[in-house]
């Protein structure tokens, strides 16, 4: 399942299964799970471990070194989980001894052509990234979340889960789960109920997300007494909690 063109270094841990396509170059640390398939021109390098029925496109480029002038060749690394299609140039580096040293990637995530992820971002599962998606080191990406085309996440910041960025928004600070935003820099537009309402959410449910998103942005508290009110209601409406983690983690301030 390896093209005879495809360089391939011995000490690199290929499973069964996998298909590696003509002139592409997988380096010496670097693992590959059952079943994912890596096409033509593709250049995997460094610690770089991907997991299950991954779909790897020609012309990526996993496991560079960071774009970081202080990386000075530390042993860190690209963690990728299981069924993510990533698309042509697509590149992912990995990690910096300043952080937790690896960056990642979760499950079944959709990365259109062109995608980068910086060193140090963590994303999660089930995620949507179009076209020219560019991710800053250190951002972190929760699941379900949706970028559109062109969208510029700053280092350090939070896109958090089920939200929705337009295309083009340039993300300077955090966005909460669930909120739709656009812009330079983005500014909010609700909440994403269509996207919710797909993924199983009760009505329940959403209307009480549409009550926290109306704490946070138009009841005129300030966001110490917003999410006073959101940790009390996460209470009784559990899908509030990934609102009230959000909270406890956003450092750069959320966006308006």
């Not at 549409?210 to 009110?229: C, H, M, N, V, W």
Request: hydrophobic share 40%; aromatic share 6%; proline share 4%.
């Amino acid at each position: 399942m390896i093209h005879p063109t495809a360089i391939v270094h011995p000490g690199a841990k290929i499973a069964d299964g996998v298909e590696i396509g003509p002139f592409t170059l997988i380096g010496e640390h670097v693992e590959i799970g059952e079943g994912s398939v890596v096409a033509s021109h593709c250049v995997i390098k460094g610690r770089t471990r991907i997991g299950r029925e991954n779909r790897i496109f020609q012309f990526v480029s996993l496991g560079e070194i960071p774009q970081d002038k202080k990386y000075a060749g530390e042993p860190t690394a690209l963690e990728i989980g299981d069924r993510n299609t990533i698309r042509e140039y697509c590149n992912f580096n990995i990690g910096t001894a300043q952080d937790a040293g690896v960056t990642r990637i979760g499950n079944d995530n959709w990365f259109m052509a062109s995608v980068h992820v910086g060193h140090d971002c963590q994303v999660g599962s089930n995620t949507i990234m179009a076209n020219n998606v560019t991710l800053g080191g250190h951002v972190y990406v929760g699941d379900f979340a949706i970028l559109g085309g062109m969208a510029a996440v700053h280092q350090f910041a939070i896109v958090g889960a089920h939200c929705m960025a337009g295309g083009g928004s340039i993300v300077t600070q955090d966005i909460p789960p669930f909120v739709m935003c656009s812009g330079n820099p983005a500014v909010p537009h609700g909440i994403n109920s269509e996207g919710l309402r797909r993924r199983g959410f009760s009505a329940e449910a959403i209307t009480q997300i549409k009550r926290a998103y109306k704490a946070i942005y138009r009841q005129g508290l300030s966001l110490d007494e917003a999410r006073a009110g959101i940790v009390e209601a996460a209470a009784s409406t559990p899908e509030l909690k990934v609102l009230v983690d959000f909270f406890a983690a956003s450092k750069r301030g959320i966006i308006r």
